[in-house]
């Protein structure tokens, strides 16, 4: 991740899974800090726009020495620009990525957005979704997690990753309960207590499609 605001990602890449995932060494995360690469006593990173025009750009200058510095570390990998005018982010790309042998340096943006020269160097740019973030972080942490939970080894269970929503189509996951069997006139139902493996199929199969 190249971003101004590297603190952003300890909660995240420290606890649960992807903590779990580097512990284990399934995967590297690490941080470039955007303001080594700043310009200057004050280490600048954005400027106003030429032509006029509210709010800051990041500067080349700064964006390009970070990304080759990335690159240095991992020469084969792919640069993701994080942009709401970029390719939606959905859960065929993150199985896709996650088959990938080569690194994802993820390039975490701030402020109006970032001076366009920048585009020479990226291979792909992606969205969250339609609405504007103020950064690039949250959705590099979005996309990283959708990713890595999908290596095998990561999640607990062989099967717990592919029987869930959407990864096997457009099915969503069908509904669970555990204990108690009676929450407060709340119940259970009936087929997941009876044993009958082909009924409890038959029930999750209709219930999902109907979710
Ligand atoms: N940066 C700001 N908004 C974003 C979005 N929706 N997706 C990716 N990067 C962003």
Redesign the pocket.
């Known amino acids: 991740m190249i971003t101004l605001f590297p603190d952003m990602f300890a909660g995240v890449f420290g606890s649960s899974m992807m903590w779990k995932a580097q512990k284990d060494e399934i995967v590297q995360l690490s941080t470039i800090d955007l303001r080594d690469f700043g310009l200057g006593p004050r280490r600048q990173v954005d400027d106003t726009p030429y032509g006029g025009g509210d709010g800051m750009l990041l500067m080349i200058e700064p964006l390009w020495k970070a990304v080759e510095a990335a690159k240095a570390n991992d020469p084969s990998a792919k640069v993701l620009?994080?942009?709401?005018?970029?390719q939606r982010?959905q859960q065929q790309l993150a199985q896709e990525y996650s088959e990938t042998d080569h690194g994802y340096i993820f390039i975490?943006?701030h402020y109006e957005g970032y001076d366009e020269r920048i585009l020479q160097l990226v291979d792909e740019q992606?969205?969250?979704?339609?609405?504007?973030?103020?950064?690039?972080e949250?959705?590099?942490m979005t996309i990283i997690d959708s990713i890595v939970r999908l290596i095998p080894g990561v999640l607990g269970g062989e099967n717990s990753a592919t029987e869930e929503s959407f990864a096997d189509g457009e099915t969503l996951e069908y509904p669970q309960y555990t204990r108690p069997q009676n929450y407060n006139g709340l119940e259970v139902p009936e087929v997941l207590l009876s044993g009958n493996h082909a009924e409890i199929a038959k029930w999750r199969k209709k219930n999902s499609l109907k979710k």
């Open positions: 620009l994080m942009t709401p005018r970029g982010w975490c943006g992606v969205s969250v979704g339609d609405y504007v973030l103020t950064g690039g949250l959705p590099a």
